[in-house]
């Protein structure tokens, strides 16, 4: 039976165009299979088909004007009732997207974790005590009777009566300073503790000579010392025990070591073999081969580091949407679930970054329990304590258990362990939770008699309970970030979790071992030159087997291969599968699309208008034809969706949602309807650019980190792009991303209303500086898809390590077609658009770029006819490519001097052309002067120098003098300077469109 196919509500819009029709007659379609794409002003969106059949008649053409309602083909074999099945395929959908809403899965240990339970002190605010101990009592007898389940249950109902009857609880968000784990309910390392230790000493002592040894050569180097021995043991357990690397059978735990702590990671790599001594002598000295860096970066230890770090803040963001998108390759059918996961070590001073704990909430919502953070809380950042007055393990808990992590704090050793049991009234706990980290650093810095002074010493009782122990045992009271014990039955915890993300929060000593040269000392952070005596006593400390000859020539330490330290750690590391870090790629490269995919961005619009925005949007959705590359797009968009035209992504490949959809949209019923579910291909994520492009890095990074090739394209306000987020981009280049940035409603007049925060006129600049970010600023449709595919070839068929970076604008206006052979000029940054031959007299070469282009256009057509100047018109379309060639070339010739001089592209352009060079763009002037040198031609740029404001794109162009009118006026005044003409025609054009002398500068505006 024949059946229709109509056009569904397309929201605000009364009658678009049908740009392509994407079936023919004849043609057997399935449901949801894209009939045609229709296109308003501003987007683009394909409507499927809600019925399966054979085409047998097409009722429209493109350039056919539709409305909801209007017929577009009829299908033989459809089923009867299109409005029905319309819906059934709604309802159908919605079903399949709804989630049943799980019980939280409960995390094992910490169900178990309320066995201690003791009858507070009594004091002078308790009114009745005898009352106050059988309300405990009843507490502990329903914990052994019950078990803690019922225990918990009846606590959060008396709980809740409370708050109904308006009484003020105490604030919950912390828990006594006390470990999270009680001893009894600690998993047992099954490790050689006797080894561990050795090999944990060998690792301090190799990771401290090299810093030394390298400040020997010149104290310029730098390095750290102490970071590293605070989190010795935290690293160790890790590497002894849980991270599984990558290798054929497994994708790796993925570890984001501390920046500071890396020679940590190059002292373990070089026991296990993987770092010579004569690589080791070479920490911090790169420019010749064999140096390591000095943290990690896996630009300069490309087989070695995987994530760089060191810029505090950006790795624990950044590795919380790495744990995102490992769940979204899962969701989307790509990846595996192998249970592998993030770990992500950070300094308790980096936590007052922004970033390192702007996006905790996230990692909760998204229920991320493949990411364990592990925060080394040795009380100091850089100049002092992190949380003097207070306690920042205590203040992390807060935020971490308030936004829904699972917190697991690890902050007293094993000694403590008999003291907090003899503790039955709580004082020792009272006076842990009184005493500021300010505090906790100086007991650390001042040895056994000062703590049994100031910490035991403030109550009869706890001097009592130390009364036995020596100054000495009091001493090794230790830290449980220092005790392998709790720190392995912690991460053993948090590989258990189910249903969030954990945070490991470890106390440590900075410096620890350092004694006087630099334990808990607020000079700690510098100290990388040790003396002899410190370092004997460093040795002393950890017993590392050296003689003092051996320890004043500060030498490495590394046992013979068959000693049973060495073939332990060996083995530990073969039976995780591997060394760790490493960094690899096994990806199967992404095959480019056929050119036929982009030829229609090749021909001209006519009178069609369009931004490059919309031709860019239009090319996404032809490339999500494509079977190679639709399955590795991973569009990226920080709530903007709608202002680049790209809902019809939406209903097309979904949004992103781990949970589904729970709800019926809004505008279900609309073509572009808000469709959520689990294997959405859309990253939509909200208004936070940070976040957007730490997903965009894990998708442009998933080649090395998932062996999987993917295609992110991330699209922003290009104003919050490299400005914003400038030091996310710089880790990008440093970890190889591939992928497109797309900087939208570019250009400082083309974004004409939104004003002074909005208006680009410099993200090129900063683009720049980037050396493997390859950027342009292209003008027409067929520059941006002759862009585009060569980006798609190079970026992730060719794999070379760079990323794009791409300015869109959102003005509309028409495209010709592109000019024959001009691929090359525009890959290259300039090609010729056009050129004016009538009179011959006079000539300018006359470039632009982006919109400006088009100004540039228009007046070299005025200056043509009215003033017998002729025009070489040059669509520059990268002055940053331009740029980078001419500096590379100018250096060649300067380094042989002996030889022809070669020409840079810039001068093979314009060698046989003559008349200066008047360069204009919507950027900053900087942005078209970067050239400059690399012509011998007089040259004058124009540009949108100053605070942009808001106004017409008329008026901006006026203001910032980069409209046609200022072009014809300010070449006619630079032909005058050269004196290739005389002045009049220059005062005449600037009396003619009013140019007012008078007005400052608009950077002083
Ligand atoms: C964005 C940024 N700002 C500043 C620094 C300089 N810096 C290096 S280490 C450090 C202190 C780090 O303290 P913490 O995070 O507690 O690490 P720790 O060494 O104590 O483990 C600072 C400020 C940096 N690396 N990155
Ligand atoms: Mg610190």
């Given at each position: 039976m024949a059946q229709n196919i109509s056009v569904p509500d397309i929201g605000d819009f009364e009658s678009v165009e049908i740009i392509e029709i994407l079936v023919k007659v004849g043609d057997q379609i399935n449901t949801n299979d894209p009939v045609v794409t229709l296109e308003s002003d501003k987007s683009s969106v394909e409507v499927p088909s809600l019925i399966s059949g054979k085409v047998i008649k097409l009722n429209v053409k493109v350039g056919d004007k539709v409305a909801k309602g209007s017929l577009l083909a009829t299908l033989d074999g459809?089923?009867?009732d299109v409005d029905k099945k319309e819906k059934n395929i709604k309802k159908q959908i919605l079903k399949e997207e709804k989630i049943v809403e799980k019980k939280e899965i409960e995390n094992i240990n910490l169900d178990k974790v309320v066995k201690k339970v003791f009858v507070p002190l009594s004091s002078k605010d308790d009114l009745d005590p005898i009352e106050t101990k059988e309300w405990v009592e009843s507490l502990n007898a329903i914990i052994e009777n019950d078990g803690p389940s019922r225990a918990s249950y009846l606590l959060n109902k008396v709980i809740d009566v409370a708050y109904t009857a308006g009484l003020v609880l105490p604030d919950t968000r912390t828990t006594p300073y006390i470990n999270t784990i009680p001893p009894e309910l600690e998993v047992k390392s099954p490790g050689n503790q006797n080894i561990e230790k050795k090999i944990r000493a060998y690792i301090r002592w190799n990771a401290a000579a090299m810093v030394v040894r390298a400040n020997k050569i010149s104290s310029e180097l730098g390095g750290h010392i102490g970071t590293f021995a605070s989190a010795a043991t935290l690293y160790d357990v890790g590497m002894n025990h849980f991270w599984r690397a990558k290798n054929k059978n497994f994708g790796g735990d993925l570890i984001y070591f501390q920046g500071h702590s890396a020679p940590g990671m190059y002292a373990r790599a070089f026991l296990e073999g993987r770092l010579t001594e004569k690589q080791l002598n070479r920490f911090r000295q790169e420019v010749d081969a064999d140096g390591l860096s000095s943290y990690p970066h896996p630009w300069l230890m490309p087989k070695f580091w995987q994530f760089p770090t060191v810029s505090m803040g950006l790795g624990p963001i950044m590795a919380i949407y790495q744990a995102r998108f490992l769940k979204y390759l899962i969701n989307r059918g790509l990846l595996k679930d192998e249970g592998r996961k993030i770990w992500v070590f950070i300094g308790d001073g980096e936590t007052?970054?922004?970033?390192?704990?702007?996006a905790i909430s996230l990692a909760a919502r998204e229920k991320l329990d493949n990411l364990i953070f592990v925060v080394n809380c040795n009380l100091q950042r850089l100049d002092g304590p992190v949380r003097g007055n207070g306690k920042i393990i205590q203040e992390l808990e807060g935020s971490f258990r308030g936004a829904g992590w699972n917190v697991l704090k690890v902050i007293w050793g094993s000694y403590w362990d008999p003291l907090l049991k003899a503790d039955k009234t709580g004082l020792l706990m009272k006076r842990m939770n009184e005493v500021v980290d300010g505090e906790y650093q100086a007991m650390k810095a001042k040895g056994g008699a000062y703590v049994r002074d100031k910490f035991f010493g403030k109550y009869p009782e706890l001097t009592e309970l130390v009364s036995s122990m020596t100054d000495n045992d009091i001493w090794k009271l230790n830290r449980g970030g220092h005790d392998p014990h709790k720190v392995y039955a912690a991460y053993h915890a948090a590989m258990q979790h189910k249903g969030s993300p954990t945070v490991v929060i470890a106390k440590t000593v900075k410096g620890y071992g350092m004694g006087k040269s630099g334990e808990s000392m607020n000079t700690t952070h510098q100290q990388k030159k040790l003396d002899e005596k410190d370092l004997l006593y460093y040795r002393d400390r950890f017993n590392v087997p050296l003689t003092d000859a051996q320890v004043k020539n500060i030498e490495y330490y590394k046992p013979a291969e068959n000693s049973e330290e060495i073939k332990y750690l060996k083995e530990r590391r073969k039976q995780l599968g591997g060394f760790i870090p490493e960094r690899s790629s096994l990806a199967k490269p992404i095959k480019a699309p056929p050119r036929d995919i982009f030829e229609s961005f090749m021909k001209s619009t006519g009178e069609k208008e369009m931004s490059t925005t919309m031709a860019l949007v239009r090319m996404l959705t032809n490339l999500l034809r494509d079977k190679n590359v639709a399955p590795r797009l991973v569009p990226i968009i920080p709530d903007e969706a709608r202002t680049f035209g790209m809902e019809g992504f939406f209903r097309k490949i979904g949004i992103y949602a781990h949970e589904g959809q729970k709800y019926e949209p809004e505008d279900s019923e609309q073509l572009s309807s808000y469709k959520e579910t689990k294997s959405g291909q859309v990253l939509e994520e909200g208004i936070t650019e940070a976040g957007a492009m730490s997903s965009w890095i894990a998708a442009a990074t998933a080649y090395t980190n998932h062996d999987l090739e993917m295609i992110p394209v991330y699209i922003f306000y290009s104003m919050f792009g490299f400005q914003r987020v400038g030091d996310f981009a710089w880790a990008a280049g440093d970890a190889q991303a591939r992928g497109f940035l797309i900087g939208a409603t570019a250009g400082r007049t083309t974004l004409a209303g939104e004003g002074l925060q909005h208006q680009d006129g410099h993200s090129h600049i900063l683009a720049s500086m980037i050396p493997n970010c390859v950027s342009y600023d292209p003008t027409f449709s067929y520059e941006m898809a002759v862009i585009f595919r060569e980006g798609l070839r190079r970026m992730h068929e060719k794999n070379e390590n760079i990323f794009y970076y791409i300015t869109a604008m959102n003005e509309n206006y028409s495209h010709p077609e592109k000019p024959k052979g001009a691929d090359e000029g525009i890959l290259k940054g300039m090609y010729l658009f056009r050129e004016y031959?009538?009179?011959?007299?006079i000539k300018i070469q006359l470039m632009g770029s982006g919109t400006i282009l088009r100004e540039a256009i228009a007046a070299a057509k005025i200056l043509s006819e009215e003033y017998g100047v002729d025009s070489d018109i040059w669509s520059i379309t990268s002055f940053n490519e331009l740029r980078k060639d001419g500096m590379e070339v100018e250096r060649k010739n300067l380094l042989n001097p002996d030889r022809k001089k070669e020409k840079s592209y810039i001068e093979e352009c314009l060698d046989k052309r003559d008349g200066p060079v008047i360069a204009v763009t919507d950027y900053v002037r900087s942005f078209s002067d970067q050239?400059?040198?690399?012509?011998?031609k007089p040259f004058y740029s124009l540009g949108t120098d100053g605070f942009g404001r808001s106004d017409t794109r008329k008026n901006l162009r006026k203001f910032f003098e980069v409209d046609k009118e200022h072009i014809i006026a300010y070449t006619l005044s630079a032909l005058a300077q050269e004196q290739l003409i005389g002045s009049g025609d220059a005062e005449k054009a600037i009396k003619k469109y009013n140019i007012d002398k008078n007005k400052a500068f608009p950077t002083k505006l």
């Open positions: 459809g089923l009867s007052d970054e922004p970033e390192s704990l702007g031959k009538n009179k011959g007299k050239i400059r040198p690399y012509t011998s």
